[in-house]
Structures are given as structure tokens and as C-alpha cells.
């Protein structure tokens, strides 16, 4: 594994609790990631690309991507109504972030 330098990259969170049984986006805009956890609290998820959310991440669990975009990824829940909360932790380019955060 190559190790990025700190210096160029800065860490982001997103938190999202499932309301509907609906698939979500947990961002509406690129995020370019280094890596990103998706932790998975209550209940479990399923989570993938629009119209093939059929991984399954189990409550408690924690998955880890590298090198994506998190626009790209849905979430909903595993079974209907348990509103399952995620969250999900990446590290991004700082030059990625300083061009968003002017």
C-alpha cells in the first residue's frame, strides 16, 4: 500500500439515518476519496451503485473503499423500516478541498 503524505490530504465525515426504504446518495457532490470507512450503526444496510444496492453491510460492521468517489455510492436500508444510520470517514486531496472551501 502506498502511504499518501498527510500534508496532502484532509479527512471528512457524512452521517445519514435512513428515513425511507429508498436508495441514498450520502453526498449530492464529488468527494474524491483516498479512503473511505462506512460504518453501519442499529441496523443493517445495503449499499452499491443506483439500482444494485445488494452488498450488505451488518450493524456494527465497518467496510473500507479506496480510491473513489463517494457521489458514486448508495445506501438504503436492509430490511424495510429499521432506518439504519451510517456513517462514513474519508480521507480527500487538500488541493481537492481548498478549490471547494475556497
Avoid at 2 to 30: C, G, K, W, Y
Wanted: glycine share 6%.
Amino acid at each position: 500500500m502506498t502511504q499518501i503524505p498527510t500534508s496532502l490530504n484532509s479527512l471528512v465525515a457524512f452521517s445519514m439515518t435512513m428515513a425511507d426504504d429508498n436508495e441514498h446518495r450520502i453526498v449530492d457532490f464529488d468527494i474524491p476519496f483516498y479512503e473511505a470507512n462506512v460504518h453501519v450503526y442499529t441496523n443493517a444496510a445495503k449499499y452499491g451503485a443506483m439500482g444494485v444496492c445488494d452488498a450488505t453491510i451488518n450493524a456494527g460492521d465497518v467496510v473500507w473503499f479506496n480510491n473513489g468517489n463517494l457521489k458514486d455510492f448508495l445506501f438504503k436500508n436492509s430490511t424495510a423500516g429499521s432506518n439504519t444510520k451510517i456513517v462514513v470517514v474519508a480521507t480527500v486531496p487538500t488541493v481537492y478541498m481548498k478549490q471547494v472551501l475556497g
